[in-house]
């Protein structure tokens, strides 16, 4: 047994019954054993590989689209330039490397990255030595001023609750104790309003994942953007409106019981694009566009190809092999979408300016 499920077991054993979000967020960030908290999971040596880690076109291509909105609402003097979620920092310095071609753009920029984990904070330090960045612990820490920011697979990382419908309400989806096992189960019926009304179109049996923090974060993002200006790009795997139960647990690349190693498994759901979408109000949403669209859009097969000049054998092989994994619809092109909120003056973002996909 983790010293992880020895806490949560006990903590279920005083206090009865968690929902799934207290579940996730202890496994993720417990301050001790979190999953996040202790280790960097990126890459072939952890449990998961994410588009910045796996080519660096991804975040050439998010760098000139954010340089480009930055252009189109007349290059403001000074802008906060934030990831949340950053990872290793790769995608970062990714963007920060290809934004040195955009005069005016980097001396522009107060570089601000909102990281819950220690360790992938040290990591971030590293990989952007050189640049003057900032930590926070939440958005809602970024200083004033427009806010262009970029999130890349961070709101799959937050907390969900599962709901099913019943006849006189719903029961929620908790995590107890069976046997001497975690294990799910459901909550009494309650009769909730609010679920009644968002869900209308449900039937009865069927389940709805709602993840609050994700509707919080998106609408402060938004609210940062109406009043100062700026844009946001959200890209990660989900799909429009509740994906049912799409909680999962990843280990080594491979999926595992989302109970069984409680802070030794990075525990996601699928985002809802339909709620981040509802949570930007007034401000203009582009999107969801699928990945594979918008990068090719943004020009990434031209990218792919004078890199491709450079290189030979394995090199190349492993080139073509990137461009396909973030674009192909049988491997990210699909799943994971994007997502922008801009101003409704701005012009139409690039990519997002052909209604067509
Ligand atoms: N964007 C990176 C990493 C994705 S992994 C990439 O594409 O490679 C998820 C990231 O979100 C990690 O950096 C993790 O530590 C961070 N994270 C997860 N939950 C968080 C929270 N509640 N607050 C801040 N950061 C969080």
Same mark, same amino acid.
């Given at each position: 047994?983790? !010293?992880?499920?020895?806490?949560?077991?006990?903590? +279920? !054993?005083?206090?009865?019954?968690?929902?799934?979000?207290?579940?996730?967020?202890? @496994?993720?960030?417990?301050?001790?054993?979190?999953?996040?908290?202790?280790?960097?999971?990126?890459?072939?040596? $952890?449990?998961?590989?994410?588009?910045?880690?796996?080519?660096?076109?991804?975040?050439?291509?998010?760098?000139?689209?954010?340089?480009? @909105?930055?252009?189109?609402?007349? @290059?403001?003097?000074?802008?906060?330039?934030?990831?949340?979620?950053?990872?290793?920092?790769?995608?970062?310095?990714?963007?920060?490397?290809?934004?040195?071609?955009?005069?005016?753009?980097?001396?522009?920029?107060?570089?601000?990255?909102?990281?819950?984990?220690?360790?992938?904070?040290?990591?971030? *330090?590293?990989?952007? *030595?050189?640049? =003057?960045?900032?930590?926070? !612990?939440?958005?809602?820490?970024?200083?004033?001023?427009?806010?262009?920011?970029?999130?890349?697979?961070?709101?799959?990382?937050?907390?969900?609750?599962?709901?099913?419908?019943?006849?006189?309400?719903?029961?929620?989806?908790?995590?107890?104790?069976?046997?001497?096992?975690?294990?799910?189960?459901?909550?009494?019926?309650?009769?909730?309003?609010?679920?009644?009304?968002?869900? !209308?179109?449900?039937?009865?049996?069927?389940?709805?994942?709602?993840?609050?923090?994700?509707?919080?974060?998106?609408?402060?993002?938004?609210?940062?953007?109406?009043?100062?200006?700026?844009?946001?790009?959200?890209?990660?795997?989900?799909?429009?409106?509740? #994906? $049912?139960?799409?909680?999962? #647990?990843?280990?080594?690349? *491979?999926?595992?019981?989302?109970?069984?190693?409680?802070?030794?498994?990075?525990?996601?759901?699928?985002?809802?694009?339909?709620?981040?979408?509802?949570?930007?109000?007034?401000?203009?949403?582009?999107?969801?566009?699928?990945?594979?669209?918008?990068?090719? *859009?943004? $020009? +990434?097969?031209?990218?792919?190809?004078?890199?491709?000049?450079?290189?030979?054998?394995?090199?190349?092989?492993?080139?073509?092999?990137?461009?396909?994994?973030?674009?192909?619809?049988?491997?990210? /092109?699909?799943?994971?979408?994007?997502?922008?909120?801009?101003?409704?003056?701005?012009? +139409?973002?690039? /990519?997002?300016?052909? =209604?067509?996909?």
């Amino acid at each position: 047994m983790t !010293a992880l499920e020895e806490i949560i077991k006990a903590r +279920i !054993a005083r206090l009865g019954p968690m929902s799934l979000a207290e579940y996730m967020t202890t @496994c993720l960030l417990h301050p001790e054993y979190g999953y996040y908290t202790t280790r960097d999971p990126l890459g072939a040596a $952890g449990d998961f590989t994410t588009a910045p880690e796996i080519s660096q076109m991804f975040g050439e291509m998010l760098g000139l689209w954010l340089a480009q @909105c930055w252009q189109d609402q007349g @290059c403001p003097s000074h802008f906060v330039l934030a990831e949340p979620g950053p990872g290793r920092g790769t995608l970062m310095a990714d963007i920060l490397r290809v934004a040195r071609n955009i005069p005016g753009f980097l001396e522009a920029a107060e570089i601000w990255l909102i990281e819950a984990s220690p360790t992938l904070t040290k990591a971030q *330090r590293t990989a952007l *030595r050189g640049h =003057d960045i900032h930590h926070a !612990a939440q958005i809602t820490d970024l200083p004033q001023g427009p806010l262009f920011l970029v999130a890349n697979e961070f709101f799959d990382a937050l907390p969900v609750r599962q709901f099913i419908r019943t006849e006189q309400g719903w029961r929620e989806r908790m995590v107890g104790i069976e046997q001497g096992r975690l294990a799910f189960g459901l909550s009494p019926e309650t009769p909730l309003d609010t679920l009644d009304a968002a869900y !209308a179109g449900t039937s009865i049996g069927e389940m709805v994942e709602i993840c609050i923090p994700a509707q919080e974060v998106a609408g402060e993002i938004a609210r940062r953007i109406r009043d100062n200006g700026g844009a946001a790009l959200i890209i990660d795997y989900g799909s429009y409106g509740t #994906a $049912g139960d799409s909680f999962q #647990a990843v280990r080594e690349h *491979r999926k595992v019981g989302a109970l069984e190693t409680p802070g030794k498994a990075d525990l996601t759901a699928h985002v809802d694009f339909a709620a981040l979408a509802r949570a930007a109000g007034d401000l203009r949403v582009n999107g969801p566009l699928p990945q594979g669209v918008f990068l090719e *859009r943004l $020009g +990434i097969t031209a990218r792919a190809q004078t890199l491709a000049r450079g290189l030979s054998g394995p090199a190349l092989e492993s080139h073509i092999a990137a461009h396909r994994r973030l674009t192909h619809p049988d491997e990210m /092109g699909s799943l994971f979408k994007a997502l922008a909120f801009t101003p409704t003056k701005a012009p +139409i973002p690039a /990519g997002f300016d052909q =209604d067509d996909a």
